[in-house]
Each structure stands twice: as structure tokens, then as C-alpha cells.
């Protein structure tokens, strides 16, 4: 099993998890020709993937999923909630799945686990993605944390985790104030601390990576994230990966 990140952030997300020959994108935020080159950098064409996956319909998540999918015939899967919000968005997509936010389903070699979280979307999920045997956990897009997210994320070998602000910057940063209210609620962002407290709460005795993803360009920086992280696990800053936006990263093997 493997992973990498077309780019992760507010201008658009993508990642890709790959068992044995079946590859899946989770999000697709990006334009038609800007996603065909970012799978490019990672030795893909869009007839390599097997479905799309959508976490929820937030423009830098679900943005470029119609007309990525409609145009190379790709399956697209998200919840049901996800669907209704996205509303006729989806028509030229020929292939639309619908799940319900703890179903669990399999993509050939892939086996998906959904998990609900607090987020300012209509049912917004992330996913746990398994081969049987390793587990990929991504959750890009949290308020705050829940038992079941823990629960869900626990003895992963490898996670993709939001570190989307630190406080301080948010505080002092130009935004307007509701805008920093939204960000930093229940139903908002993750900030350093609070994604480094998640971690602290995980069972990590089997984790191999860890990604900071989803990082602001105005309110962050990759060094804090880090920090947070690696404090949080006792370990290097420099083990810690950072999913950027321009370039994501590349395959790292689970």
C-alpha cells in the first residue's frame, strides 16, 4: 500500500491511495488540467484510478470532482448528505454511489472506512483506507476531535492529519473576525495544538508517517506544524511529512 497528495489547502485537495493495482482519489479540487498534471508528477493518468472519493462539498474538496470524473468516466463515491448538497453538480457524472457516513465498502483492492466528523458541511466524513492489513487514515477537515475519530484512527500506519492554523497567527492575522470564529469553532479547522493533543489520544505504536496537510498560507507555516506533531510523538520534526499546496507529496509506502 502507498499514498501521495496532489496538494492540500485551501486552493484545492487531492489525495491518492493505491493497493496492489487499484488506485483511489480522495477529493478532487483542482481543475480538469491542473489534476491531470498533478497525477502526472506521481507517474498517473486518470484512467489508472478506480473511483473518487469525496469527503465533502466544500469548493477545494468536491470543486473539480464533476468534470474530472465526467470527462474520464470515474466513479465517483460520497455520502449522502455530501450528494444532496452537491445537487445537480453531479449530473454529467455517469456513475454517482451514495453511502451513508459508517458504511464501509470496498473499491476492489481497497477497502474504505468512512467515520463522521464535526465539520460546517451537511454530512462530511473522512476515511480510513486499508489493504486488510495496513491503514491509512486521512482527516483533513475537523472542528475538534470525537471518541470515534480516535477510535477510527487508532493503530493507523500512517495519517494524513489537518494542522490547518496556529492560534497565535489566526489571532493577530487580517482576517475578518467571523471568518476567524468560523475557522478556529467546533465545526471548523484543527489548529497545531489541537491536532498534536488528537495524536497524543491515538494509538500510534504502529505508525510509520505522519503528514501534516490542509496547512493555511496566511495563519501557518510547515515549521509549527512540525513542531506540534513531532512533540506530540516524541520524535524528529524532521520525520514529520507536510502536504503542501502546490506540490502535495510524493508516494511514501506503508
Same mark, same amino acid.
Given at each position: 500500500?502507498?499514498?501521495?497528495?496532489?496538494? =492540500?489547502?485551501?486552493?484545492?485537495?487531492?489525495?491518492?491511495?493505491?493497493?496492489?493495482?487499484?488506485?483511489?482519489?480522495?477529493?478532487?479540487?483542482?481543475?480538469?488540467? $491542473? *489534476?491531470? /498534471?498533478?497525477?502526472?508528477?506521481?507517474?498517473?493518468?486518470?484512467?489508472?484510478?478506480?473511483?473518487?472519493?469525496?469527503?465533502?462539498?466544500? #469548493?477545494?474538496? %468536491?470543486? &473539480?470532482? +464533476?468534470?474530472?470524473?465526467?470527462?474520464?468516466?470515474?466513479?465517483? !463515491?460520497?455520502?449522502? &448528505?455530501?450528494?444532496?448538497?452537491?445537487?445537480?453538480?453531479?449530473?454529467?457524472?455517469?456513475?454517482?454511489?451514495?453511502? $451513508?457516513?459508517?458504511?464501509?465498502?470496498?473499491?476492489?483492492?481497497?477497502?474504505?472506512?468512512?467515520?463522521?466528523?464535526?465539520?460546517? #458541511?451537511?454530512?462530511?466524513?473522512?476515511?480510513?483506507?486499508?489493504?486488510? *492489513?495496513?491503514? /491509512?487514515?486521512?482527516? *483533513?477537515?475537523?472542528?475538534?476531535?470525537?471518541?470515534?475519530?480516535? +477510535?477510527?484512527?487508532?493503530?493507523?500506519?500512517? %495519517?494524513?492529519?489537518?494542522?490547518?492554523?496556529?492560534?497565535?497567527?489566526?489571532?493577530?492575522?487580517?482576517?475578518?473576525?467571523?471568518?476567524?470564529?468560523?475557522?478556529?469553532?467546533?465545526?471548523?479547522?484543527?489548529?497545531?495544538?489541537?491536532?498534536?493533543? /488528537?495524536?497524543? #489520544?491515538? $494509538?500510534?505504536?504502529?505508525?510509520?508517517?505522519? %503528514?501534516?496537510?490542509?496547512? =493555511?498560507?496566511?495563519?501557518? *507555516?510547515? #515549521?509549527?506544524?512540525?513542531? +506540534?506533531?513531532?512533540?506530540?510523538?516524541?520524535?524528529?520534526?524532521? !520525520?514529520?511529512?507536510?502536504? $503542501?499546496?502546490?506540490?502535495?507529496? +510524493? !508516494?511514501?509506502?506503508?
Amino acid at each position: 500500500m502507498r499514498f501521495a497528495s496532489l496538494g =492540500s489547502g485551501s486552493e484545492g485537495n487531492g489525495l491518492v491511495a493505491e493497493v496492489d493495482r487499484t488506485r483511489v482519489l480522495v477529493d478532487c479540487g483542482f481543475g480538469v488540467k $491542473d *489534476t491531470v /498534471l498533478r497525477l502526472a508528477r506521481l507517474g498517473l493518468e486518470p484512467n489508472d484510478l478506480a473511483a473518487v472519493l469525496v469527503t465533502h462539498e466544500h #469548493a477545494d474538496h %468536491i470543486g &473539480g470532482v +464533476a468534470a474530472f470524473a465526467a470527462r474520464y468516466d470515474i466513479p465517483v !463515491w460520497l455520502t449522502f &448528505g455530501t450528494l444532496e448538497m452537491a445537487g445537480d453538480r453531479l449530473d454529467p457524472v455517469p456513475r454517482v454511489f451514495g453511502f $451513508d457516513s459508517t458504511d464501509v465498502f470496498a473499491i476492489d483492492a481497497v477497502e474504505v472506512r468512512p467515520f463522521p466528523v464535526p465539520h460546517d #458541511a451537511r454530512e462530511p466524513v473522512q476515511f480510513v483506507l486499508t489493504d486488510g *492489513t495496513k491503514k /491509512l487514515g486521512v482527516l *483533513t477537515d475537523i472542528g475538534m476531535t470525537t471518541p470515534h475519530v480516535e +477510535a477510527s484512527l487508532s493503530g493507523c500506519h500512517a %495519517i494524513v492529519l489537518e494542522c490547518n492554523h496556529d492560534e497565535t497567527m489566526l489571532v493577530n492575522g487580517s482576517y475578518p473576525y467571523p471568518l476567524k470564529q468560523r475557522i478556529g469553532g467546533r465545526y471548523g479547522h484543527l489548529c497545531n495544538e489541537a491536532a498534536a493533543a /488528537l495524536l497524543r #489520544a491515538l $494509538d500510534t505504536s504502529k505508525l510509520v508517517h505522519v %503528514i501534516a496537510a490542509h496547512l =493555511s498560507q496566511q495563519n501557518n *507555516t510547515p #515549521a509549527l506544524a512540525r513542531q +506540534a506533531l513531532a512533540g506530540a510523538l516524541n520524535c524528529s520534526a524532521d !520525520w514529520v511529512g507536510i502536504a $503542501d499546496q502546490g506540490n502535495g507529496f +510524493a !508516494w511514501r509506502d506503508v
